[in-house]
């Protein structure tokens, strides 16, 4: 099943996708790959950056890495990047995995997500995470992401990522 043919067939079944609608906008910046959800794009970057780079790659494209505020944002991500984009990525376990821009660098234990400035009412943390360990600040998507579940990770680690990007829409 293709993306869009994926897409079609969620927004007949699923309440989380009627809020999907064409993406028709112009930037002066490639905005192929971009896909609308609920008033943001969303794109995936499957270049693997460090934490750093991927908010600045984001960046560079009017964009910031992917904070997620609710359940069906949460869920929406996976479902519409891992497995309808991206299912040959997910074969091997480092594969899943990608940057969001939640992290506790300012303070130990306190995460908030680094764009808005903000602390999260939903977070969606795997078992016995965050667990700091080995010093890790930066929040990814834990592999295999199909749980939509995160993990505090080490921020040097290279991995693929996603941006969000205002849109109003
Ligand atoms: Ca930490
Ligand atoms: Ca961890």
């Known amino acids: 099943m293709s993306a869009s043919e994926y897409l079609e067939m969620k927004l007949k079944t ?9 993406l028709d906008i112009s930037y002066d910046i490639d905005i192929t790959g971009w896909f609308p959800f609920n008033g943001h794009c969303y794109s995936f970057v499957e270049t693997k950056f460090n934490s750093v780079n991927a908010q600045k790659s984001c960046m560079k494209n009017g964009s910031y890495l992917i904070e997620i505020g609710s359940e069906s944002e ?26 969001i821009g939640f992290t506790d660098q300012a303070l130990e234990g ?21 667990n700091n360990g080995g010093d890790e600040d930066c929040a990814v998507f834990k592999a295999p992401s199909i749980f939509y579940e995160w993990n505090d990770d080490k921020c040097p680690k290279l991995m693929m990522s996603v941006c969000e990007m205002d849109t109003n829409m």
Request: glycine residues 2%.
């Open 74 to 99: 949460n869920k929406w991500v996976v479902d519409f990047f891992v497995r309808s984009k991206l299912p040959e990525k997910c074969a091997e376990y480092m594969e899943c995995a990608f940057w």
């Open 110 to 130: 306190t995460f908030s997500w680094k764009h808005n400035n903000v602390n999260s009412e939903y977070t969606n943390w795997g078992t016995n995470e965050p």
């Open 14 to 22: 699923d309440a989380n996708y009627q809020n999907v609608i064409p």
